[in-house]
DNA sequence: CATGAATGAGCCTTCATTCAT
DNA sequence: GATGAATGAAGGCTCATTCAT
């Protein structure tokens, strides 16, 4: 009989917060324990260290997003153009909603000495590239490069989040809509 | 005699080789000065520190870049569609030409702790902004945010290069074309 | 029911084992516990450290050796070479037979912070002291020095295990004799 | 030019002092900075961390030893037994002069974790079997298993160290005496 | 009796930076 | 200008031990 072991959630709640915030190798499992209320030993009863936290909480998360923006990307019955919507859509939703974890995928995708993003079981760009790959056999879109097109589309949303974490812009409705028409006429639809 | 200060030309071709392929934070000053065949201490004969080196080499590197692509974004006499794909051009280009330095600039933009790079002086986002704000004064495009669309535009050219590093495309001819095409459809050239 | 704590044998198997192989230092209780199918808590319900643990299997495992080694070498009635053959003759014996805990002594001898195997209640060493002291007063050797003669008598025998365990020789009957002679001439018996 | 690195010298000491006194595990690498009024990184400008320090201070040690003991072992035109003689006296001699040095060298030789005496270039093993192989081949001691034999002498000379070391007796020049004459026995010399 | 999360002190090591030479 | 030994402040991690369950 484990105790609810409530603490393990506190020290994942401030390991994303604080790598979202100041990134992976700024982060020290001191600030860690710390934010957490709890000491510098308890992180490595649940992880072997840091770096392999870091990687675990990357890809739960990771998944987790993919696997909700899935269910827009191939809803079923949906016509294209409206299940991009969706998914386009989708992503700012989650950007709004979770900011933290967002920042967290979006920092902290290039600072793994080792691993890598598309690693991850199920991302978003092999997901965007099925997409693609999909839509193209169907007949709807022009034949193109998918792994390029993946490129594209990721390209155009995420640079919007990071100017947006820069306070260059800030992202509203017509925002949103205007990425949404971009990565239409990126992909030719409609 | 012996030749001049070179060392330092050394030094900096180590450090931006060291941080284009390990980043910032994983390039101890005692890699640069090994690579560079000198000694920790020489470092400081030229440079306060090692991420105040890191910062000026990476506005040096964004700024003679941003120089010579200026040149192609607002080339007088050029006709719109010409100068954007004038300007893609030359930023693949640059990139096959100085893979490692364009590598510092893309790995080094969020490593560093306090700066920024939009902060630059001369940055290439600045520039597309404006190249938007002109071309949509001039009534060749339709008037849209500059700072989104520069975004935007941004956004494809840089994942492009993401994903050749990742090994999930190669950038060729017809690559560059596409993002070419791509970038005239989000700015609703042509 | 359920048998009674065969967990406290095996807790006390693995360290010993361990204990053998890696040494003290080397040995954690996480080590320990996990080699025993318990976990870490477990051992503290019957030991009060690790230390305690291991200096009292240490001394329990010498205590037992010694007692046997005693019957031999103090046979009543028998005559002095036929038990110091015998009584080498068992170590090696018993070497080959618990080779585990055998290391587990030679291994461990020197590796207390504080206690020492000359500190043991009924230890090797004070029984060949008392031996050579018998003989001597029984006129059957020439005088000697016992502390000195015990020392070089337990160097003879134990150097060899040491070689056994690195693999310098291989003991055998043979060997064993040779070891047998080889002490008969320090303590000029025959 | 480097300065005269006085301070590698008092590390070097202090370490072997720390360790001959309180075993490898036992001393910590701020001990041996604090008692060599230096700070904890100062070591890892001259060793890559404190095992391979040990490691590579024990070699050196044992190999200047092993050194000066062949001179005596193998001194040309010497008769056996008095090279015998001499070698045990040399090493008892040396034993009294370096007893940090020595202590080191026998605290430590089980304490390493990857390596093992043995393994070390130059070590008394080898030469006291070289010695053993050479005089059977002369004809001057009967034939005999010279790696067992080596284990022998060594284990009678070491054995009385380490009772000294334990203060179970008191080396002098009758117990010298007592040891050549034990080692003359068990390689059955005159 | 057993569990295992948590502690807390300490360990080895790293590294940007300084400074006597 | 250059050297490299030394510093000092962390940093990640280990581990014997405790204790609420």
Redesign the pocket.
């Known amino acids: 009989?484990?105790?609810p072991?409530?603490?393990?959630q506190?020290?994942e709640n401030a390991a994303i917060r604080l790598f979202a915030t100041k990134g992976l190798?700024q982060?020290?499992?001191?600030?860690i324990?710390s934010e957490a209320?709890?000491?510098?030993?308890?992180?490595?009863?649940?992880?072997?260290?840091?770096?392999?936290?870091a990687w675990q909480l990357f890809c739960r998360e990771i998944e987790t997003f993919s696997a909700e923006l899935g269910t827009r990307m191939f809803a079923p019955g949906a016509p294209l153009a409206a299940r991009v919507e969706a998914s386009v859509r989708f992503i700012f939703d989650y950007y709004g909603k979770y900011p933290v974890q967002f920042a967290f995928i979006l920092l902290t995708q290039h600072g793994f000495p080792e691993e890598r993003i598309l690693d991850v079981a199920s991302n978003p760009n092999d997901m965007v590239e099925r997409f693609v790959d999909e839509a193209v056999r169907a007949g709807e879109i022009p034949s193109m490069n998918s792994s390029l097109a993946s490129g594209l589309v990721l390209g155009l949303v995420l640079q919007v989040m990071v100017m947006d974490r820069y306070d260059r812009i800030e992202i509203d409705g017509s925002v949103v809509d205007d990425v949404v028409s971009a990565v239409k006429r990126v992909l030719m639809i409609g």
Do not use: I, Q, S
């Not at 209320?37 to 936290?53: D, F, I, Q």
């Open positions: 009989m484990a105790r072991a409530v603490k393990k506190d020290m190798a982060t020290t499992v001191k600030d324990a209320g709890v000491t510098e030993g308890a992180l490595y009863r649940h992880y072997p260290g840091k770096n392999a936290m």
